[in-house]
């Protein structure tokens, strides 16, 4: 992918190499690592350019039969098998083996249903739908700014976006575009597709899978949401009536009154008469003449267990709108010649019983009308070409553009003004101008780079190809492509190729799926790490660069930096397959091998990541998590719960079970977190909602106890207060009420806080630094917020707005980040805290008297001698505000007036001070004490947690004093230093410990 990623030392190769492994179909090659076999490869084609499937079968020590099979999975020829690197070379033997699609296997579905279902492993069809209303009328409700929050600042990446499934030119405005992300809403371009907005004004998290606008009033659009191949349900079909503006959902396309409804691949307008409309589904095509108010199935298939084939396409005959053909599931397609008031089916390809994944895509011919194409997920990509407007259809050619992936990325386009020239769409584009007879590839995933190379073609896998409506075959071949990594177009479709004439239409579309993300903020900046669907980690570190990195490929799982080695990362694919890397120094290390739950051994490629016997008993996307105080240390969740107390220097690191399984089968441990400041605590979370703590995890024989009266649901998450290690909270999946659990008596009892929230999974939920009242929850349907303690929430059409929001986490004591599954990754400053000034500390030596103030102007009236003589700096400061800020206390100084003291008759010294350390002491002192004197608030500084302390990145303050009645003197001093602290106890001073905490730098 990125030039770094394709220069990657041999070894982190193998991290992917199981990446995408499914179905084995390749037989064993002997025991020799795939840098050897790479090595040959490249020598091969330094001689024949075009080598055979034998001679690259004796290069990879396979036989000719198994080679000819892994390039027609991959839609390879023998010259890019020459180009392809090594680490590509090894994701797309990986992919061959694939019984499903791209990014979207069985296991990444189950994993991403496993989120959704409830303690019975049901969802609801209309869940989803319950949940987006809901969320609706607490925005209705709601007020800006809830929690803090003005705005969000989207991070990125900006470098790759996520997958593109319909793209639609407005027919009034050609420089006004729309475009559907898989799981990140619909965006919109004015400027033709170069640069795009998300629209924000609707549920974005909904995954859209078509768009259309209607032929006689163009404020009128429509959107098709829910992505079978994916596991994400939508709300049926969205309408707009603005342009894009807002839009809202059409009632009679509810999922929870029809399943049908649940995936929606098409909408489609008719030419000319407004209230017809056509839309394909989960059930089949459907047909409504009154604009959409009720629908009437008038095309299905069956198969042998009488289960419902997919719709995936409807077109209008360019110049008979009675004539409609229909793209269905199970290798057919359905012509009708009544308008669409009944269809016949007509089987194209082989019939077949498998009908969900066997998807027909078709375009018609507008120049020719009688000519129609088909692009059939048969031998990896058969065309087929009809002359009689779709009655009939004849096999063409094989170009083999599909490869094992057909169901997932199957698009077809004909030149609106030449029927001989058509381009499909699957792994790669391939192109023919002999109507379909022959083809040529003209775009090579192999020769996609991201970052730092220029873009050389387009990203693979293809959903959509639109014309420019201006199209004319000449002084106007404008094309978009839709793909698994945002949109590029091609300025002429007729001469693109794999290497010339591609460019990225991506700009501002942030719609990578991110499954996990940590970061930190220090003074070089926010840094952040997160793993994503099927583009891997991503990486972004001011002490590593200012571009984004990105290690290996396939899915990425969670990632941490090394708590004291910057450059240095740990990540993860799928599975549980952990390394680290030195971004720096190139070091790499895979570190899962003995945790024999990880990844499974793959035998036929001699590899063995975690193992030999690995069994794979494990999330798909598993949970682990780096200590922040030692990154030797990491504990790793899969059946069992897994420690290595050498993750970072470790050869080899060992690991060892420290929790065992469950004796339920497939109860994988979903989370793990740790209690801060103290590693021995631990706690994990279970697929089947068991919540279990040990307060002696780094024992030889640990102890664990079940937290009970919890949900028996996926537990997603576990965090802690920081400010407050004995108040935590879970969170739990289902679209059920009931998902947000705290405790405040460290797992003892708990309750739930999740009324007012949608009933819908919550995946992560974080607590404000300084106010801990405030808590931010992230969900299937976007961020809600509650400013006390859960009571009322709030939510609000901004940055990540309704999309599905996985992590949330401070990054300091300011900085929220959110991490998204299909908007990216942005941050916010809640209640932006007032700038930090300097609490400095002063002694004077002929007073022996300590003093600290934090004045400017006093501070430089005290230097310039104005105060008297013998005053100068100790070194000691701290950081507090000089206003309020998020969580701070007012400081209140007074001094001690010339009165006598009561209780020992003798006067209190002119130059003592005293400061209280809330407002509530403040006034009492003020009512209490009249010998004191109030001189007003000295500054704001941060209060101690409930227990003491002060939470990360903040300075704890300690005060000792000294009653000197015999020299007039009750001298406070107050120092960040323990050795001063503790030098003024061994000198007889009265020690009081922390009793404020000083703002972070």
Known sequence: MFKQALAFHRAALALSLTALAGCATLPAPPAETLSERHARVQELCASTPQPSDVALGVALALPAEAVAEWRKARSLDADQVCRLPENRLARSLAKAKKANVAGSSEDMREFIELFQRDQHGNIPDGGMARAVTQREAILKAGREKAGGIATWTSVGPNVVAGRVRAVLYDRLDNDRVYLGAATGGIWLSTDGGNNWSAVNDFASSLSITALAQDANDANVLYAGTGEWVAGFRGVGIMKSTDRGASWSR??????GISSCWRYVQEVATHPSNSSTLFAGNWCGIYRSTNGGESWTRVHQITNSHNQLGVGWRVLFSPTNSNRVLAATSGRQVALSTDGGQS??????????????????????????????????????????????????????????ALGNQGEYGNSLWVDPTDANILIVGGIDLHRSIDGGASFSRISDWSRQYYIVENMYSAHADHHAIVNHPGYNGGSNRLVLFGTDGGLYRAADARTVSNVDGWQVSSGGLVTTQFYAVSGKKDSGGLAVIGGTQDNSTFILSPSIGTAWRQPGTGDGGPGYFDPAIPTQVYYSTQYLNLARWNVSTGAWKGICKGITEATKADTERSYEPCGPDATQKVNFIAPYIVDPTNGERIFAGAASLWLSENARTGSQPAWRIIKPASATEGNYISAVTLRPG????????????????????????PTWTQATGLPSRIVSSIVFDPSNNSRLFATFGGFENGNLWTSDNYGSTWRSISAGLPAAPIYTVAVHPTRPNVLYAGTEVGLFVSENGGVNWATQNDGPAATLVRVLFFADSTTLVAGTYGRGIWQTTPYDAPPTIDVVEFYNTILDHYFITGGTGEIAFIESGGAGPGWSRTGDQFKAYGSPAAGSQPVCRFYGSWEIDPATGLRRGPNSHFYTMNAAECEYVKQTNQALVYEGIAFHALPLQTGGGCATGQVPVYRAYNQRWQVNDSNHRYTTSVATYNQMVALGWAGEGVVMCGAAN
């Open 678 to 701: 103290n590693s021995n605590h631990v706690w994990v979370g279970h697929n089947k909602g068991e919540v279990y703590s040990s307060s002696d995890a780094l024992s030889a024989t």
């Open 343 to 400: 269809f016949t089916g007509i089987q194209v390809g082989t019939a077949v019983d498998d009908i969900w994944l066997k998807r027909v895509n078709i375009a018609w011919s507008k120049s020719s009308p009688a000519v129609v194409y088909a692009s059939v997920n048969e031998n990896s990509g058969d065309i087929y070409q009809s002359t009689d407007a779709g009655s009939t259809w004849t096999k063409m050619s094989n170009p083999a």
């Open 250 to 255: 059409m009632p009679s396309t509810d999922p």
